[in-house]
């Protein structure tokens, strides 16, 4: 979008607050997201990611602060801007007593499509969702990572300029997250506007290009996956698994190896540019761990360092 030649984003929140009763879930967070960049919320449960999703999508009022998408402000205009975006709620919603066809056919006429315009778009879609072959099942009988697909198609049925998905790939098997990933990959460079929630790093690691990370309903930490972990972590990690219990008795012993060490419930993590090299300084002062692992740091590693915790416990 543009006004006097320059570029609006298409989301923008300012102080945004979601409170339930006295619970503050979203504690005035200031967000930007631009015209075709695929945008994510990555944290752990009740980070406030729904929370937010919800009021982008105009279903959840704000509490307060200021919030335009599209340009428009979803207290007024909520109609409008609901028939430009598609979203997907972490809970499909599907309605379980019609097929996969009916679903996308009934969705589509609630936008204004005509008959012939959502029996073409069904087609597509289920073409999308690989449920061709299931067009005439009744959802119920549809397995968990099915409906999730068909949640998602069903989302596109307006061709939106801007897709909202809270946490699209729960419940999908690997190869079903994959083809997901490569189909939103297509979407983007239609020039489709996505924001994604998502707990999982590597799913925020391959879609997004820029991404806050939000815990406990603040912004803790706001960049590309590639600079937030340059600026939060080392280049590699050397992980040591010892024996239930043990790990704590053995942080002592590596002491100076690393730029910083994590202690977990079953390992430490050893922070630091060359990860074999600090192997080999910990097996020369005779620490004996069950099992190592010399890797890349990831997104993970900077949500343990911003918050002192894992992202899926
Ligand atoms: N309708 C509601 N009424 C009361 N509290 C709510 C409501 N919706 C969410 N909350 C609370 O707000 C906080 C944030 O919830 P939210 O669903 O936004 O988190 P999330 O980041 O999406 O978590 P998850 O990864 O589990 O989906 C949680 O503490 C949750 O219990
Ligand atoms: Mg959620």
């Known amino acids: 979008m543009t006004e006097g030649g320059v570029s609006q984003p298409l989301v923008s929140g300012k102080a945004l607050v979601k409170r339930f009763g006295d619970f503050e879930a979203v504690r005035g967070i200031d967000i930007e997201v631009n015209q075709g960049e695929a945008f994510g919320f990555l944290g752990p449960n009740g980070a406030g990611k729904s929370s937010t999703m919800r009021m ?155 991404l806050v990370v939000m815990d406990g309903g603040r912004i803790v930490a706001e960049g590309s996956p590639s600079a937030l972990i340059s600026r939060y972590s080392s280049r590699e990690v050397l992980e040591l698994r010892f024996a239930p219990g043990e790990q704590a008795g053995h942080e002592a012993k590596v002491e100076g190896l690393a730029e910083r060490v994590e202690v977990l419930p079953d390992r430490l993590l050893l922070y630091t540019a060359n990860g074999e090299a600090a192997l080999e300084q910990v097996t020369a002062r005779g620490v004996r761990p069950v099992s190592s692992l010399v890797r890349r740091s990831t997104l993970e590693d900077v949500f343990l360092r911003l918050t002192g915790r894992t992202l899926v416990d």
């Open 56 to 210: 982008i999508a105009c279903v959840s009022p704000r509490s307060d602060g200021d919030l335009r998408v599209l340009g428009m402000d979803p207290d007024i205009d909520g109609p409008r801007i609901r028939a430009r975006i598609g979203v997907c709620p972490q809970q499909d919603n599907l309605d379980t007593e019609l097929t996969v066809r009916e679903n996308l056919q009934v969705y589509g006429r609630f936008f204004g499509l005509s008959r012939a315009q959502v029996r073409e778009k069904a087609v597509e879609l289920m073409e999308f969702a690989q449920l061709s072959d299931r067009a005439n099942a009744e959802v119920e009988s549809l397995s968990g990572g099915m409906k999730r697909r068909l949640t998602i198609a069903r989302s596109l049925v307006n061709d939106p300029e801007l897709l909202l998905l809270d946490e699209p790939t729960t419940g999908l098997d690997p190869q079903a997250r994959h083809l997901l990933w490569d189909r939103l990959f297509r979407l983007k460079q239609r020039g489709v506007t996505l924001i994604i929630t998502t707990h999982y790093m590597d799913e925020a690691e391959q879609l997004c290009d820029r």
